[in-house]
């Protein structure tokens, strides 16, 4: 069973680097030890009966076996079967630099998960990795466990830095199954603290490994950490291709864990595609194993998450009577970084029942949380940031003194040591401060973007509106502003759901970037109304421009719980007219005309009073022709 602290981990699945890490030193061990990662249910009857055999005749050869079992019990994920067998192992094995020893530690090691306990484990590591030598593949071993020690203590900073050592020590020694397994530990690291990309990079180096060698188990659990880093990248196609996989080869192993945590992500998935009965099937399938193991904190993150379902079905009270149930210690139990959501979930299930100050509270405590998340997550990713330049610096700084003792022949080698180091700083100060730069731009950019449909926010299309009236202004050129808005969208939402209403929202948004120019300024305006500004662009041709979207909005689909419905948009138009307007009296003439389309009947382009008569005759003529303009 996995225990709350794995969960808030997220160990379920990581290698685990006692398991064929460290050779075992007795052959026939070893040989047991090569089965654990392809079927370790198979191993523990074959290493006990081997342990009862040698009890009677070579007690002290029984160690290598214990160790055998101990991973075997880690790979199952039984953590108090493995710590147990792995301390009878260490009364039999208690030389320190005895690699059975160290083997039977590691296991221990990698199966705690309270904080007291983990205390002591990254101690006892820590005083091992004293009594080997530096860069040896007992060093590696004791650096990949220990980095996952400093993940389960939220240590990122540290983790990062130890396993990337770890990670290229292994990889400059060609140490092919150290490099795996400190990959393996990096990737779960670096995926939690949003380098996404670099995740999956390592991510696909231990996929290579395990189809390799035939590594099924832990195929099934790299399979599975990859579906969470797409889900995490939003990319909830190929989440659930991975999640599939992961799903199958758990079967196919009779790993009814590793089949209820493909299932709770898969679930996940579902929902925010919007699949209802699949979320429903698949969160109902890992209840059942989760209730049975007694995993009660995956248990609560199971019902949220049927809750959700509830509140997208429109049953409103049966989602809050499940959310009371998860919440009803305050999320003392669940991990921190999935409590925010569970508040804002409550917040809307008592929004929909007419609960409105408990769903004020639930909102206010949702905001107070996830600021709270989202600040310990950016300290983490700055901390790591830090350790990861420091692990580089100190990687440099060992390969710089390999090469001070092999050059000490004559001046000149100093000389050009000291010009590479210092070309070497340079160039990654450089590195570090474009990164630095790069970052700042992409956060400038996210807050000048609406989150949903990634066109410009409200924000950024008034400083760009006004930039581009002041233009208008300068240089005696025409400006057009169209306000547009989606008829029917509370409509769409409730008949279809929310899910469906930000589809339309994103589909629009899609439609307006493809259709409009470059020197065009189109953004969301806020709820259901966006807005067009149309620099050296006179009525006639904002005209056509407003008229193709609004041709374009009707190809948008919806589901079949839409029938009878169809996505349009009416629009309104104005103009600027030299020296007499600003922005807001421009936006507000375009307010009205949008008004007096949805009056006319909606999916129509009207054009204000006040543009109006400055308009051309072509433009009269077409309004004419719509019914928009009474006979003169």
């Not at 208008?472 to 769409?492: C, M, S």
């Not at 407003?546 to 029938?563: C, D, K, M, N, Y």
Request: charged share 25%.
């Amino acid at each position: 069973m996995l225990s709350l602290s794995c969960a808030v981990a997220g160990c379920f699945g990581a290698a685990s680097a006692g398991a064929g890490c460290l050779t075992n030193t007795d052959p026939e061990a070893n040989k047991l030890q090569l089965l654990v990662s392809q079927d370790p249910a198979k191993v523990v009857p074959l290493a006990q009966a081997k342990i009862d055999e040698l009890e009677r005749s070579a007690p002290s050869r029984s160690a290598a076996f214990y160790a055998v079992l101990a991973d075997a019990y880690t790979a199952l994920e039984l953590d108090r079967e493995a710590r147990r067998v792995a301390s009878i192992g260490l009364v039999l094995a208690p030389r320190v630099d005895d690699p059975v020893h160290l083997s039977l530690l590691t296991s221990y090691s990698e199966n705690i998960y309270d904080s007291a306990g983990l205390a002591t484990a990254v101690s006892d590591i820590e005083s091992a990795q004293r009594s080997v030598e530096r860069g040896s593949l007992a060093d590696v071993c004791l650096s990949i466990t220990l980095g996952q020690l400093q993940h389960r203590q939220d240590r990122d900073d540290h983790a990062v830095a130890t396993l990337t050592r770890a990670y290229r020590t292994s990889t400059a020694l060609d140490m092919s199954r150290q490099r795996v397994l400190a990959a393996a530990a990096l990737a779960n690291v670096v995926s939690g603290l949003g380098d996404l990309p670099q995740a999956l990079a390592l991510n696909q180096e231990v996929i290579d490994w395990d189809t390799e060698n035939k590594a099924w188990l832990d195929l099934s659990v790299t399979r599975f950490l990859r579906g969470q880093i797409h889900q995490r990248m939003r990319d909830y196609p190929n989440a659930i291709t991975e999640l599939r996989e992961a799903r199958r080869l758990s079967v196919h192993l009779k790993d009814r864990q590793g089949i209820a945590f493909a299932d709770i992500r898969l679930c996940q998935a579902h929902i925010e595609l919007a699949n209802w009965d699949e979320a429903q099937k698949h969160c109902q399938s890992a209840l059942q194993i989760f209730r049975e193991t007694e995993s009660n904190d995956m248990v609560k993150e199971t019902l949220a998450l049927t809750a959700r379902i509830d509140l997208n079905r429109g049953r409103a009270a049966t989602a809050l009577a499940t959310l009371n149930g998860v919440l009803e210690k305050d999320g003392a139990d669940m991990p921190p970084n999935k409590i925010a959501l569970l508040y804002r979930w409550r917040a809307q299930a008592n929004a929909a029942l007419k609960r409105h100050e408990q769903a004020y509270a639930d909102l206010a405590e949702y905001v107070r949380r996830y600021v709270a998340v989202n600040d310990a997550e950016r300290n983490a990713q700055s901390a790591a940031i830090r350790a990861r330049f420091e692990t580089d610096r100190e990687i440099e700084r060992n390969a710089s003194l390999k090469r001070e003792l092999a050059r000490q022949q004559t001046t000149l080698h100093w000389t050009i040591v000291g010009i590479v180091a210092g070309a070497f700083v340079i160039v990654l100060l450089t590195y570090i401060l474009i990164i630095s730069m790069r970052h700042r731009r992409e956060l400038g950019r996210l807050a000048s973007l609406d989150s949903l449909t990634g066109v410009p926010n409200r924000r950024n299309i008034v400083e760009s509106a006004t930039l581009a009236l002041e233009d208008a202004t300068t240089h005696q050129q025409p400006l057009t502003i169209g306000l547009i808005d989606l008829d029917h969208f509370k409509v769409i939402n409730d008949r279809c759901g929310h899910a469906v209403g930000d589809h339309v929202l994103k589909e629009f948004a899609h439609v307006g970037r493809e259709l409009l120019r470059a020197s065009d300024i189109f953004g969301r305006w806020g709820g259901e109304e966006f807005l067009v500004v149309l620099p050296n662009t006179s009525l006639d041709a904002a005209h056509v421009i407003v008229e193709r979207l609004r041709v374009a909005a009707l190809e948008i689909q919806l589901p079949a719980s839409g029938e009878g419905l169809r996505v349009s948009i009416s629009a309104g138009l104005a103009s600027y007219e030299k020296g007499k307007k600003t922005l807001d009296n421009i936006v507000a003439e375009a307010d009205a005309a949008l008004y007096e389309a949805k009056e006319r009947g909606r999916d129509v382009v009207t054009i204000a009073d006040e543009s109006l008569r400055m308009a051309s005759t072509g433009v009269r003529q077409a309004l004419h022709r719509a019914g928009a303009v009474p006979t003169q």
